[in-house]
């Protein structure tokens, strides 16, 4: 119960009028709870909360960018949030080829491409003189390299395929690896002439021959031009 006190007194005065009382006062505006005000305190409830185990585990694939949805949120809410990781993509320069085909001092001279085997549907080139072919990764790298995952061909040396530009013709010469090469299904055991579409084979792998130079062509030709 109020007191005397608290409570307002009128006094009126004789002759005076009482000043109108406004009744279009306008309330004061109340914050927006759109999001449009950036320095607007947002307070968030606990369904809103994003799990920390959740946003810290790896996402599978290249896109860096994941989207997380707060229980009960659609896409288009305000409350969804963007989690960026940083790109698994290295900054690292490609690596330079310097096989055959690389350089006009290395010319191309034909293809080795893999059929069977690791690697199926991938080549390699081949060039001028002696070509040693092997797995790679030692330090007596070959000049071709069929690092395709095939552990049963050797390093350094599996087989030698030889292009002569004298002649004009390929010959595929046998390596210094235990496992035995195959051309045409036949065990090769001395140097044997190539031609196109032979198939070479070693452990898992099968390699057709596609030749480039030849009778018909040879770098040499376009010297005389």
């Not at 009128?10 to 999001?35: D, H, M, Q």
């Not at 947002?42 to 860096?64: F, M, Y």
């Not at 496992?179 to 390699?207: A, C, F, H, Q, R």
Request: hydrophobic share 25%; aromatic share 4%; net charge negative.
């Amino acid at each position: 119960m109020e007191s005397d006190s608290d409570k307002t007194r009128i006094i009126k005065r004789p002759g005076s009028v009482p000043p109108p009382v406004n009744t279009n006062l306008t309330p004061p505006p109340v914050p927006s709870s759109s999001g449009d005000d950036p320095d607007a305190t947002r307070i968030l409830k606990p369904e809103e909360r994003i799990n920390r185990t959740e946003s810290q585990q790896n996402v599978a694939g290249d896109d860096p960018t994941r989207i997380l949805h707060p229980q009960g949120a659609t896409e288009d809410s305000e409350k969804t949030q963007l989690l960026r990781r940083p790109s698994k993509r290295s900054n690292a320069p490609a690596p330079v080829n310097t096989g055959p085909g690389s350089s006009a001092d290395d010319p191309l001279t034909g293809w080795l491409v893999v059929i069977s085997g690791p690697g199926t549907g991938t080549y390699v080139a081949v060039g001028e003189q002696d070509n040693r072919v092997g797995r790679g990764g030692g330090l007596d790298a070959p000049r071709v390299s069929l690092d395709f995952g095939d552990s049963g061909i050797p390093r350094s040396n599996a087989f030698i395929v030889r292009y002569d530009p004298k002649k004009r013709r390929f010959k595929i010469l046998p390596g210094e690896g235990s496992n035995i090469v195959y051309l045409n299904d036949d065990d090769l055991d001395g140097p044997t002439e190539m031609n196109s579409g032979d198939i070479i084979e070693i452990s898992e792998t099968k390699l057709r021959f596609v030749p480039f130079c030849g009778e018909g062509f040879d770098w040499r030709d376009t010297e005389a031009e």
